[in-house]
T-cell receptor, first 112, second 116 residues
Framework: LAKTTQPISMDSYEGQEVNITCSHN???????ITWYQQFPSQGPRFIIQ???TKVTNEVASLFIPADRKSSTLSLPRVSLSDTAVYYC?????????????FGAGTTVTVRA | GAVVSQHPSWVICKSGTSVKIECRSL??????MFWYRQFPKQSLMLMAT?????????EQGVEKDKFLINHASLTLSTLTVTSAHPEDSSFYIC????????????FGSGTRLTVV
């Protein structure tokens, strides 16, 4: 399984853009990059998934460079409710031999 | 989308007793489910993987006789913490693998277990 490295924490203010970079130097050819969000005392929630270049949905964008050794989750115009832990995971989701394993995650704190 | 319902959301039990946590897939069949434990301010730690109709696979260091997992149907997996002790107090989360379109993983809302 490809190991991921993220910053432990990030602080931001309401209305700002938050960018969280995840390093995954050992990513395999078939691996996808997926980000989850977790609020206190809740299960993780899927945010976005990508394989290469850029993916955008209604809540975030995911930028993946050509070498795929890192990825950046971008949260536009954050609000207080975006305060959470964000996890970057790498693997072939849904495959029989893949176990969803979480790293330390990044605690994002949004202040007013 | 695929929804996993986890119950109870919180439970308090006495030391030495057993507690069962249920995880149900509501609108899909979950052939594989995962159980995690999360201590305060820590990440999720995978405890075991359960496959419908077969024995669960436990991660290293997880006592299979203490954390009994049953996945008897395609929509239900249960985790029973046997002879609970205060150190078992934690946040337990289940997850189900979703196949097909939109493949990925969906998580339950978690169960806060407090052993007194």
């Amino acid at each position: 399984l490809a190991k991921t490295t993220q910053p432990i924490s990030m602080d931001s203010y309401e209305g700002q853009e938050v960018n969280i970079t995840c390093s995954h130097n050992n990513i395999a050819t078939n691996d996808y990059i997926t980000w989850y969000q977790q609020f206190p005392s809740q299960g993780p929630r899927f945010i976005i998934q990508g394989y290469k270049t850029k993916v955008t949905n209604e809540v975030a964008s995911l930028f993946i460079p050509a070498d795929r050794k890192s990825s950046t989750l971008s949260l536009p115009r954050v609000s207080l409710s975006d305060t959470a832990v964000y996890y970057c995971l790498v693997g072939v989701l849904g495959s029989n031999d893949y176990k969803l394993s979480f790293g330390a995650g990044t605690t994002v704190t949004v202040r007013a | 989308g695929a929804v996993v319902s986890q119950h109870p959301s919180w439970v308090i039990c006495k030391s030495g007793t057993s507690v069962k946590i249920e995880c149900r897939s509501l609108d899909f069949q979950a052939t594989t489910m995962f159980w995690y434990r999360q201590f305060p301010k820590q990440s999720l730690m995978l405890m075991a993987t359960s496959n419908e109709g077969s024995k669960a696979t436990y991660e290293q260091g997880v006592e299979k006789d203490k954390f009994l997992i049953n996945h008897a149907s395609l929509t239900l997996s249960t985790l029973t913490v046997t002879s609970a002790h205060p150190e078992d107090s934690s946040f337990y989360i289940c997850s189900a693998r979703v196949l097909g379109q939109g493949a990925g993983y969906t998580f339950g809302s978690g169960t806060r277990l407090t052993v007194v």
